[in-house]
């Protein structure tokens, strides 16, 4: 036994000698997975490479907890308070309000672990920066480029929302905006082409749509511009978008005095929204409470959810704020639970003034109020919604040159992006390709196949974070100012699968024949991979939560993300892999190449 200890040792000592006199560069796969230590982070120099970085160039602290709560709330109340939630109350009924709650407490399990790392990491990037520090580099590029994503297209979605309100409020005070600047180049095209072939095949103009009939008025009506085509463009999208980016060019204590704004106005609204319905409730309308079950309360988990997309925003601040390591967790908290609050009650005032069954419209709010007679309210709630949706894009606008900006002061992006302005203290370029990435595409194009896509974003960026914290903090000894409460999961998680598991088998057999029969073709089974994958990461999870006895809150939040993402479809997964595989060939062709961290690393090794 003494010899081959003996052995061992001198078998250790001769390994641990380099052979070469030049040791081997480490190999192009180590380099995908090297991560950034908390003080690599926390000393990353806030400048860009062009000189006007330092003091001067720095994002300036202005930002309080109560800024930041508002920030939340003007993400999370937007569109899905004044439109999404008719749908879901059509689906669901009444009980669509104890749907928020379960709702908001599963998002709690996203934002508790967003507020330890904000804790923890208190400088801006959001879930990019938090991936760097636990997953390693090709996972916060990913994740950096799927939030680029969500930003972008969430926000040209909102923009085109917004035209849509604005239009519709001017056109109800007796101002007309001419039809071929109210509609993408994209959707009048397609509509036009659609009306004529279907008067080339003799049908009436009845049989066309109302969105088809306004696309081929729209095109007809347009100058042409040559080559066929013709001068169609939502003006009103590309506007507010300009006005947003300008303003957030300007500096972050005018966005965040715009932002209170906003929201003091959207609250004041929402409350007498509360107070005025609440004499208009008729008890009765909330009975049956869940007429269509569970499987109808449940049809709208998606769109309840995305309603809670704040937390992510908030978190690209982190810069900007007095006291990142104290506000942020608690804003996160605030707004969460102030949401849900106003969601639940805002749920059962609509329900109890009108039958759920008439709530499947697109101004769900105004919609109640002209049925009872009390217009003035209707229209309101109409100028309110413009408010909302101009708040949302906002704080979206501020959150994506922020992550541009932290991807590349770690070099993965060109050192333009970095650059900080002199005066006003934002980050200038990143900014302005932010606006153009917008505005554009908001003005031209018709992106309701791509909606989901912003989603997806979100909920791989919810589960990454929660993922992270089992990585960097899996039994809650952290030293961080916040931290996510430890709960041993080492029995819980696999009992909370198994009665999840029995609750399906229960309550949804119909789903589970629908499940097993659907793979009798490849056609129809394809838009299940993503749930059979779930599957077998739910066991591989409750195997390891068992054997490690990891944290059950981050555990429960990671699963909770994934299985809302298996109900985006097949469809939706294929596009997201389509912009990941876009975003790896940047990545291998540019961020790796000039990664602060790799080249950090590779000049250590020399």
């Known amino acids: 036994m003494r010899i081959g200890r003996q052995f061992a040792q001198v078998s250790l000592s001769t390994l641990s000698r380099p052979i070469l006199s030049t040791p081997l560069p480490p190999s192009r796969l180590s380099g995908l997975f090297r991560r950034k230590s908390l003080d690599d982070i ?95 580099e090709l996972t916060a590029w990913i994740i950096g480029w799927a939030l680029i994503m969500e930003y972008a297209v969430g926000n040209i979605v909102v923009a085109i929302s917004w035209s849509d ?34 008067m080339q095949a003799g049908k009436p103009l009845s049989e066309a749509s109302a969105a088809q009939l306004e696309g081929y008025k729209a095109w007809s009506a347009a100058p042409e511009i040559g080559g066929g085509l013709r001068l169609v463009l939502d003006l009103p999208a590309g506007l507010i978008t300009l006005a947003i980016t300008a303003l ?42 869940a007429p269509n079950g569970i499987g109808g309360v449940l049809k709208g988990v998606s769109a309840v959810f995305f309603a809670y997309i704040g937390f992510d925003a908030i978190s690209t601040t982190a810069e900007e704020c007095k006291n990142p390591q104290r506000d942020l967790p608690r804003a996160m908290i605030y707004a969460l639970i102030i949401c849900t609050i106003l969601y639940v009650i805002i ?39 413009v408010l909302a949706m101009a708040s949302v894009l906002l704080v979206f606008q501020i959150g994506q040159p922020r992550i541009w900006m932290t991807m590349s002061r770690d070099g993965l992006l060109p050192p333009v992006f970095s650059r900080v302005h002199p005066k006003f203290h934002t980050p200038s370029f990143s900014t302005i390709v932010t606006g153009f ?70 309550y949804n057999q119909a789903g589970i024949r629908e499940f097993t029969q659907a793979f009798s073709s490849y056609e129809e089974g394809r838009h299940y991979i993503p749930m059979l994958v779930f599957f077998g990461f739910c066991l591989g999870l ?41 975003g790896l060939a940047l990545y291998f062709n540019y961020g790796f190449k000039h990664s602060k961290l790799g080249l950090k690393k590779a000049a250590a090794v020399s």
């Open 165 to 198: 309100y604005f239009t519709g409020l001017l056109s109800g005070v007796g101002v007309n905006v001419p039809i071929w600047l109210t509609m993408g180049m994209q959707s009048a095209h397609k509509y036009y082409n659609e009306v004529l072939a279907l």
């Open 248 to 289: 957030v060019y300007v500096g972050i204590k005018e966005s965040k005095n715009a932002s209170n704004l906003l929201v003091a106005l959207k609250l004041v609204v929402v409350a007498v929204v509360i107070l005025v319905g609440a004499f208009y409730v008729q008890p009765e309308n909330w009975s049956p409470f």
């Open 542 to 582: 409750a195997w390891l939560s068992f054997r490690k006895k990891l944290s059950l809150l981050p555990t429960l939040g990671l699963l909770t993300n994934l299985y809302l993402m298996t109900q985006l479809g097949i469809n939706n997964w294929l596009l997201f892999f389509g912009w990941l595989v876009i």
């Open 347 to 385: 749920t059962l005032i609509l329900t109890g003034m009108v039958n759920y069954k008439e709530l499947a419209v697109g101004d769900p709010l105004a919609y109640v109020f002209n049925k009872v007679g009390v217009k003035w309210l209707g229209g309101v709630v109409a100028v309110s919604a």
């Open 437 to 506: 990435f917008v505005g554009v595409p908001a003005m031209l194009l018709n992106m309701d196949l791509v909606i989901d896509l912003t989603s997806i974003g979100t909920l791989f960026a919810f589960a990454l974070v929660c993922g992270g914290i089992l990585i960097i903090d899996p039994h809650g000894q952290s030293n961080a100012r916040f931290k996510v409460p430890y709960i041993n999961g080492q029995f819980l998680v696999p009992l909370v699968l198994l009665v999840g598991a029995g609750l399906l088998f229960m």
């Open 42 to 136: 926390l000393h990353n120099p806030p400048a860009d490479a062009e000189g006007h970085g330092g003091p001067a160039g720095g994002l300036e602290r202005h930002l309080t907890v109560r800024d930041l709560t508002a920030l939340g709330i003007a993400a999370v109340i937007g569109a899905g308070i004044f439109s999404t939630i008719g749908n879901a109350s059509h689906d669901g009924g009444p009980a669509v309000s104890l749907l928020f709650v379960f709702t908001a407490i599963a998002c709690a399990f996203s934002a508790l672990c967003y507020a330890q790392f904000a804790a923890t990491i208190p400088v801006s990037g959001s879930a990019y920066t938090y991936a760097y520090a636990s997953f390693g």
